[in-house]
């Protein structure tokens, strides 16, 4: 069993159940969870921004009795000042866990090859599994379960949408996603989170992709590096925005997701994000509790 968590298809259903579940019982009482990383430091580094992904994980730590070092790039500078796996060898020096935020999924993979700790994403340009995680938990409450379910991903086929599609393919809950021509989620995705026994679909009209959905998700058109191709994506996704007449063609009573940060009349309306349908902000919330499940669960299967 993989002590690594690059990417949500490393969990198997069962796995991503008991983490699931741990998740909801640390956030009614918080002291369930065992002080796993008493008296260890777990290495954070961010490439790119970060205020939900840092302050759960951070917290998360903690909460385990862990001690966090959170690095920013220009302290590293991965792969300039040294080569990644010598940060990584170094890191592991006096920390437990390495986790990291990235340009290149490549560097976590060389990360796991350089070192024994457990290597943790914080998002990558493939990947956000740790928000896959609190997608699926917000989605299991709201829901009352994820079997044969419906979640429609409006816009781009990103890192959050591919890493919900896997958690989705091992939890039996349906994914159809709808983005323009040049935006898809990879074929290579796709296939995989088929190959894992889900049910996903890429389509490209909006409305066709909400029909019979019981959740509704968007992400950013211009994900974090992507900042040069702001205009033309802009253009690209007009059409894709979450407003309330693609809530209104979706299941009666169907929730909205969104990982953040959003922009109100791009991505989604305010009318939406703010509405009654909106999870935003439990979904948010369930950050951490997915972060300090994800952490007890390495620890404890190590
Ligand atoms: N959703 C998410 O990862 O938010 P941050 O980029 O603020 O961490
Ligand atoms: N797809 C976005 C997610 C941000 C949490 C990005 O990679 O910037």
Redesign the pocket.
């Known amino acids: 069993m993989t002590r690594n968590l690059l990417d949500v298809d490393e969990l198997d259903p069962a796995r991503l159940t008991r983490i699931l579940d741990r998740a909801a019982l640390g956030r009614s009482d918080p002291h369930a969870v065992p002080q796993v990383l008493a008296g260890l430091g777990v290495a954070a580094v961010f490439e790119?921004p970060?205020a939900?992904?840092r302050t759960s994980f951070e917290m998360a730590v903690v909460e385990l009795g862990g001690h966090p070092v959170i690095l920013h790039a220009d302290e590293v500078q991965m792969g300039k000042r040294e080569s990644v796996a010598d940060v990584a060898r170094t890191l592991a020096c006096y920390c437990a866990v390495i986790a990291a935020r990235v340009f290149d999924h490549e560097n976590l993979v060389a990360m796991t090859a350089a070192v024994d700790v457990p290597i943790v994403n914080l998002?990558s340009?493939r990947a956000?599994p740790l928000?896959a995680l609190a997608d699926l938990l917000t989605l299991r409450d709201h829901l009352g379960g994820l079997e044969g379910r419906r979640v429609a991903f409006i816009g781009?086929g990103?890192?959050?949408a591919a890493s919900l599609a896997y958690g989705a393919a091992l939890c039996g809950l349906e994914l159809v996603v709808a983005s323009p021509h040049g935006y898809e989620l990879p074929d290579a995705v796709i296939d995989h989170a088929r190959n894992l026994g889900g049910t996903v679909e890429q389509l490209t009209d909006p409305y066709d992709a909400v029909r019979g959905a019981d959740a509704l998700y968007t992400?950013?058109w211009?994900?974090?590096?992507?900042e040069d191709e702001r205009a033309a994506r802009n253009a690209m996704f007009a059409a894709y925005t979450v407003d309330d007449a693609l809530l209104a063609a979706a299941n009666p009573g169907a929730c909205f997701l969104h990982?953040?940060?959003a922009h109100r009349g791009e991505e989604v309306s305010a009318s939406v994000i703010d509405g009654p349908a909106s999870l935003v902000w439990p979904q948010a919330a369930n950050r951490l509790h997915a972060a300090r499940a994800l952490l007890a669960d390495l620890f404890e299967e190590a």
Request: with cysteine.
């Open positions: 790119k970060s939900r992904t998002l340009d956000h928000q781009d990103n890192n959050v992400d950013v211009t994900s974090m590096g992507q990982c953040l940060p």
